[in-house]
């Protein structure tokens, strides 16, 4: 079956740093795959999508990887902030296009300044 | 940016009642919207699809009974919860595929419910 893994452990990094979070997925071919954002009790938010022809995508803070022979996406936050505390979900698609996400567990990323 | 409006943000209720939960897309048109269930300290889990003017579909192990979703409109899909027990109590959110579809989903705030 389908299965998302995202480190369950929580990351602590200094304010400054690079954080980086990984999205491992098995059993499937994602056409893309994005990254959201939650704040404890509060929906997510998208952050960015990155489509399997594309090895790497930026915004501002924000860069994802996505290796379809590892199937793997690493998601970096440089220069983190104490702002940038929070969980980050990844899900991987298929090429339905159907909007259907399936979500990943979560890593939540703690900034301390 | 697309907002997803969700109410009531939190609800307490009886056990045995039934609670309705309002998901609407507030600037674009969704012919589909998802429910997702989230407990404490775990990932989303999906509900179900609501497809506009037409049944829901429901993930493998959800009630379709119990968690009944109406989508009505473009931009509204509503989920109730029937005769609610302490173990349905979550989080509950929704989200919005706009159209066209561009993959991203853009979600509600969320709806906090606890049965008593």
């Known amino acids: 079956s389908q299965k998302i893994e995202q480190n369950s452990e929580a990351l602590n990094i200094q304010e400054g740093k690079t954080a980086t979070l990984t999205c491992n997925y098995t059993?499937?071919?994602?056409?893309?795959l994005q990254w959201y954002r939650q704040d404890p009790g509060r929906g997510p938010v998208f952050l960015l999508l990155i489509r399997e022809n594309e090895k790497e995508k930026r915004k501002e803070r924000l860069k994802v990887t996505f290796d379809t022979t590892l199937k793997q996406s690493l998601f970096h936050i440089t220069a983190s902030q104490p702002a940038d505390s929070a969980t980050y979900l990844c899900?991987?698609?298929?090429?339905?296009?159907?909007?259907?996400?399936?979500f990943g567990q979560g890593t939540t990323l703690q900034v301390k300044p | 940016g697309a907002v997803v409006s969700q109410h009531p943000s939190w609800v307490i209720c009886k056990s045995g009642t039934s609670v309705k939960i309002e998901c609407r897309s507030l600037d674009f048109q969704a012919t589909t919207m998802f429910w997702y269930r989230q407990f404490p300290k775990q990932s989303l889990m999906l509900m179900a699809t609501?497809?506009?003017?037409?049944?829901?579909?429901?993930e493998q192990g959800v009630e379709k009974d119990k968690f009944l979703i109406n989508h009505a409109s473009l931009t509204l899909s509503t989920l109730t919860v029937t005769s609610a027990h302490p173990e349905d109590s979550s989080f509950y959110i929704c989200?919005?595929?706009?159209?066209?579809?561009?993959?991203?989903?853009?979600f509600g705030e969320g709806s906090r419910l606890t049965v008593l």
């Open positions: 609501s497809n506009e003017g037409s049944k829901a579909t429901y």
């Open positions: 989200s919005a595929s706009p159209r066209p579809n561009t993959g991203e989903l853009f």
């Open positions: 059993n499937y071919s994602p056409a893309y």
């Open positions: 899900a991987p698609s298929g090429s339905s296009n159907t909007g259907k996400l399936i």
